[in-house]
């Protein structure tokens, strides 16, 4: 069985649609080289990438391998294999060859090709899916080089972003769990603290979902949050809707926003919409409701085809802003929800006050009508690549030019070095990067372009994954220096517009590979920075023709033969200001 296609002089690119596939339940197909010519797939089965991976008869969670086959009729061109999206890490061998792989969830990605041969040539894909559904969502495309730029315009580029309110193009968001919050865990809890995420500098807080969590199939000794029973209803272990309605008064009070997790997409198996409309919900080929994946067990999946659904979901969020008084979402896993849907309840919650809706997801047209912001896997990724596995910090350069040519202009893309999904997958930033290294993604995260997010405990040093499924408690009694560094940078935030909705210009420095220096700037303010992501000192020269004020050392560099010497610690940061620009303390 072969899953053939043909590449040539005449043709500008073939997608690969159909694969072989098999599952690697023992993850051994590396050591027994499933990537080489000369591996048996007779066995393997045929199947179509897709968004569900269940609708082709594949849903895995752990290692899967794709293989397929292209021919080529002049190998003496340059090609480039090119992906939509992959869920969560791909390496690629082409006759059975390495030519690179890609870690995490990210945007559309390609790998050169080299060494092909004239005629048939095999692709071959190790696909690993860390947790829920995952594999090959989008078809692959092997193109000559030169058409890569064409690739990664969406057509979206030229499109203009529903323009967002400055109160959310300005924001530092907060996200809040809870259950690990403080040791009530409660409504109450986190009220005593709001004065203290006021002087962090947080604008907007985020709450995770507020829901009664499922108890039929639920996870652990607590159950999940996203395992939501009536979306109507607050967890009665966080307190009582009055308790709730408190919160929101005592957070609006300190001039703050609050959003809330909305889960649209599935509900806990004993949820009251499940009894009441079991009609609503996704069923298999024998009428069997579902989860949405093998890994979710603990949700029944929602079917937005329903038409009642859609209303019945539009009038929880209408609740929820008009008579509750909150200020807008955090859409979980949005992009698994209808588009059309969250622009006709955006359109609903716009009628009654403005407000943020954030989507748990990157698709570009999500800008144009329903959301203000996206997530930023992309920046997460590629922090973790540069720190953890040594790529040249060129990749940030290269992420925002991608965005660029992808998503519509004005866009907001919401920067995290960490979040609850994350703080339980890959361990919290302090125990990924070192402590340095923790602090230098913080402050890329807060100058960079776009919003960023802190999740409970970053700022506090957390060490601990807070699970999802029973109480862990933050440790609040260390991380004085982290607490200091990020109410220092979201003052610098809201001291300089720059850091906010300024341009992005990269500026030259001695060291391009491991030290990132880049500009931001709007009418005349003007912030520079510049960010060791190595573990050695590093002695560096950036262009200026000022002379700077280090914010941080508190101290003035002078400008030599147009050029700034800045001594750099492991993992140390610079964020400077033109003299005079910057108010001493």
Known sequence: MSCHSKIGTRTASVE???????????????????????????????????FWSDEN????????????????????????IFFGRVDDDVDVWVNGTAVGSHTGPDEDF?????????????????????????????PVQIIKSSEVTRLLKSGFGGM??????????????????????????????????????KALGVTVVWLMPIHPIGELGRKGELGSPYSVQDYYAVNPAYGTLDDFK?????????????????????????????????????KNNKGAIVSPNADWTDVAQLDYRQHELRKYMINVMTYWVRDAGIDGFRCDVADFVPLDFWETARAELDRIKPVVMIAEGKDPDDHLKAFDLTYSWNLYEAMDDVVRRKRSVEVFDELLSREKLKYPKNALRMRFISNHDKNVQDEPAVQQYTLAGARATAVLAFTYPGVPLIYNGEEAGNIRKLSLVKKVTIDWSNGKDYRNLYSKLAQLRDEHPALRQGDYRKIWCSDSTRVYAFERSTGDDVVDVVINFSKARRIVTIE??????????????????????????????????????????
């Open 16 to 50: 690969k649609d159909t694969w072989l596939f098999a599952f690697d339940s023992s993850d051994s197909g590396n050591d027994q080289r499933w990537y080489s010519d000369s591996c048996d797939r007779t066995r393997w089965i045929l199947t179509k990438s897709g």
């Open 57 to 80: 008869g594949i849903d895995y969670d752990g290692v899967g391998w794709y293989a397929s086959t292209f021919e080529i009729v002049d190998p003496s061109q340059y090609y480039t």
């Open 110 to 138: 390609f790998l050169a090709l080299r060494q092909l041969r004239r005629g048939l040539n095999t692709v071959v894909l190790r696909v690993t899916v860390h947790g829920g559904q995952g594999g090959l969502f989008k």
């Open 160 to 197: 203009n972003a529903r323009p967002s309110p400055d109160w959310v193009r300005n924001a530092v968001i907060y996200e809040v769990y809870l259950r690990s919050f403080s040791k009530e865990g409660t409504f109450k809890g986190l009220e005593q603290k709001l004065p203290e995420l």
């Open 246 to 282: 408190s919160l929101v008064s005592s957070v609006h009070r300190l001039g703050l926003k609050i959003i809330i997790d909305l889960v649209a997409n599935h509900t806990s198996w004993d949820s009251k919409l499940l009894f009441e409309h079991p009609e609503w919900f996704k």
């Open 544 to 585: 200026s023709t000022n002379e700077l004020f280090d914010i941080f050392k508190n101290k003035t560099l002078s400008s030599e033969n147009k050029n700034v010497t800045l001594d750099l610690p492991s993992y140390g940061y610079s964020i400077l200001t033109p003299t005079g620009n910057e108010e001493r303390q």
